[in-house]
């Protein structure tokens, strides 16, 4: 039927990146507008985090913005930029920075929470007293780790590397100085380099998680696919369930990103199984089983998703579509008017399409009950009066039989039906 047909352009790419579409009552000259709230690893909302959004496909655009005090920021795209695919580079003192491709959706709002990881650098200074951190560092490490330290949370990452290089030429065995010099050549994408360094301080037992985090991503950035996979495992293992999650969540998404869909629903069912409270990922999860025709697993998840408490018009629409294509029409005369509610492409009149389906198969409680919901909708559907006329005429209630028929006939005297309303109400009559 046209419900599970209609179009829905980059649907799958807006569906995971995301993720989260609502409709919205925004000014029409906005074709979409980004809501976000970045977080640490907890939860908690970050301020003054430094935004760049940039794109390869309109290279003129440039928008610069920061988080507020909640931690939240807000970006809207013209109806003509939506065809393109922006890059958001996020970035704070102390955190790792990254970079996510989002392409708008066609909806009116987005809604997305972007987690930040803090860097081993900000951990080290959150102690406060870097010379109990570093005892028995000479005076000469110290103070050029402090520097590399400073100039890192600053941001010139050239001099926070040559700091570390310093500090560590000073005392090999300084394992802040391994870790940070492992981050700091990351983010300048010296994705060997960083790879050097985090095996050096894995091997001396420094930062475990930090430096398997920095290694996975460097054997990612070089190609190294299955010795990052290993990496990832051991990553998994030694991280909180909570953050392995996400982490492995976001791999989903950078898999999906480079159209490996494979890839994509492995990382995320595995995320969902670390964090079974993870929405985004049963979401992403039901979108891809359906699109894999897996319309069991789909509804599943979509459920969950739903259960969890997803605001995402988007898994309304995975739910309907695998329900259809199960045939479980109870189901879907539960979900329909919901969705009916809240997508401007699914109104009263698709809720008819359902109600014509339920009619022919017999099933005619649940087709009055679909069309009297449309009409809350929308009063003016025709198609929904014809019903009602038919289900008051086989109950024996002609007045309001003829009262429905003769509102369809005055809605839609073109109806193929309409010749058939005619003639009931000569009987009736």
């Given at each position: 039927?046209?419900?599970?047909?209609?179009?829905?352009?980059?649907?799958?790419?807006?569906?995971?990146l995301?993720?989260?579409?609502?409709?919205?009552?925004?000014?029409?000259?906005?074709?979409?507008?980004?809501?976000?709230?970045?977080?640490?690893?907890?939860?908690?909302?970050?301020?003054?985090?430094?935004?760049?959004?940039?794109?390869?496909?309109?290279?003129s655009?440039?928008?610069?913005?920061?988080?507020?005090?909640?931690?939240?920021?807000?970006?809207?795209?013209?109806?003509?930029?939506?065809?393109?695919?922006?890059?958001?580079?996020?970035?704070?003192?102390?955190?790792?920075s990254?970079?996510?491709?989002?392409?708008?959706?066609?909806?009116?709002?987005?809604?997305?929470?972007?987690?930040?990881?803090?860097?081993?650098?900000?951990?080290?200074?959150?102690?406060?007293?870097?010379?109990?951190?570093?005892?028995?560092?000479?005076?000469?490490?110290?103070?050029?780790?402090?520097?590399?330290?400073?100039?890192?949370?600053?941001r010139?990452?050239?001099?926070?590397?040559?700091?570390?290089?310093?500090?560590?030429?000073?005392?090999?065995?300084?394992?802040?100085?391994?870790?940070?010099?492992?981050?700091?050549?990351?983010?300048?994408?010296?994705?060997?380099?960083?790879?050097?360094?985090?095996?050096?301080?894995?091997?001396?037992?420094?930062?475990?998680?930090?430096?398997?985090?920095?290694?996975?991503?460097?054997?990612?950035?070089?190609?190294?696919?299955?010795?990052a996979?290993?990496?990832?495992?051991?990553?998994?293992?030694?991280?909180?369930?909570?953050?392995?999650?996400?982490?492995?969540?976001?791999?989903?998404?950078?898999?999906?990103?480079?159209?490996?869909?494979?890839?994509?629903?492995?990382?995320?069912?595995?995320?969902?199984?670390?964090?079974?409270?993870?929405v985004?990922?049963?979401?992403?999860?039901?979108?891809?089983?359906?699109?894999?025709?897996?319309?069991?697993?789909?509804?599943?998840?979509?459920?969950?998703?739903?259960?969890?408490?997803?605001?995402?018009?988007?898994?309304?629409?995975?739910l309907?579509?695998?329900?259809?294509?199960?045939?479980?029409?109870?189901?879907?005369?539960?979900?329909a008017?919901?969705?009916?509610?809240?997508?401007?492409?699914?109104?009263?009149?698709?809720?008819?399409?359902?109600?014509?389906?339920l009619?022919?198969?017999?099933?005619?409680?649940?087709?009055?009950?679909?069309?009297?919901?449309?009409?809350?909708i929308?009063?003016?559907?025709?198609?929904?009066?014809?019903?009602?006329?038919?289900?008051?005429?086989?109950?024996?209630?002609?007045?309001?039989?003829?009262?429905?028929?003769?509102?369809?006939?005055?809605?839609?005297?073109?109806?193929?039906?309409?010749?058939?309303?005619?003639?009931?109400?000569?009987?009736?009559?």
């Open positions: 039927m046209s419900g599970s047909n209609r179009s829905r352009p980059s649907g799958l790419r807006r569906l995971i995301v993720g989260i579409l609502l409709a919205s009552s925004a000014p029409a000259t906005w074709a979409q507008m980004l809501r976000g709230t970045v977080t640490d690893s907890e939860k908690n909302p970050l301020q003054t985090v430094q935004i760049t959004v940039t794109s390869d496909e309109q290279t655009f440039r928008k610069s913005l920061s988080t507020d005090e909640d931690g939240e920021f807000v970006l809207r795209f013209t109806r003509n930029q939506a065809q393109y695919t922006f890059k958001f580079l996020f970035e704070k003192p102390g955190y790792q990254f970079t996510q491709e989002i392409s708008p959706s066609t909806t009116r709002v987005t809604r997305e929470t972007f987690v930040m990881d803090v860097s081993e650098t900000q951990a080290v200074e959150r102690h406060g007293d870097l010379q109990s951190v570093v005892t028995g560092s000479s005076n000469a490490a110290i103070s050029a780790f402090n520097a590399g330290l400073a100039a890192q949370l600053d010139n990452l050239d001099e926070a590397k040559a700091k570390f290089e310093e500090a560590l030429a000073a005392d090999p065995d300084l394992g802040p100085a391994q870790v940070a010099l492992s981050q700091v050549r990351l983010d300048l994408q010296d994705y060997a380099g960083a790879l050097a360094a985090a095996e050096t301080a894995l091997a001396a037992g420094n930062g475990r998680v930090d430096a398997l985090r920095v290694k996975y991503q460097s054997l990612r950035a070089l190609g190294r696919q299955d010795e996979e290993a990496v990832s495992a051991e990553l998994e293992s030694a991280e909180d369930a909570v953050a392995a999650a996400r982490r492995i969540y976001n791999e989903g998404g950078a898999a999906f990103q480079a159209d490996d869909r494979a890839t994509a629903l492995e990382r995320f069912r595995r995320a969902a199984e670390l964090d079974p409270n993870l985004d990922a049963h979401h992403a999860v039901a979108t891809l089983e359906l699109a894999a025709g897996n319309h069991e697993a789909a509804a599943t998840s979509a459920e969950k998703a739903l259960s969890l408490g997803s605001d995402k018009l988007e898994t309304l629409r995975v309907y579509d695998a329900y259809e294509a199960l045939g479980r029409m109870d189901q879907l005369t539960e979900i008017p919901r969705l009916a509610a809240v997508d401007p492409d699914f109104g009263g009149a698709k809720l008819v399409e359902q109600a014509a389906e009619w022919n198969a017999g099933q005619t409680a649940q087709a009055v009950a679909l069309a009297q919901q449309a009409l809350a929308d009063p003016t559907i025709p198609k929904a009066y014809y019903f009602l006329g038919l289900d008051h005429l086989s109950g024996g209630r002609n007045p309001e039989a003829k009262s429905a028929l003769e509102k369809f006939i005055e809605l839609a005297p073109e109806d193929p039906e309409a010749a058939t309303a005619k003639e009931m109400l000569t009987y009736i009559q």
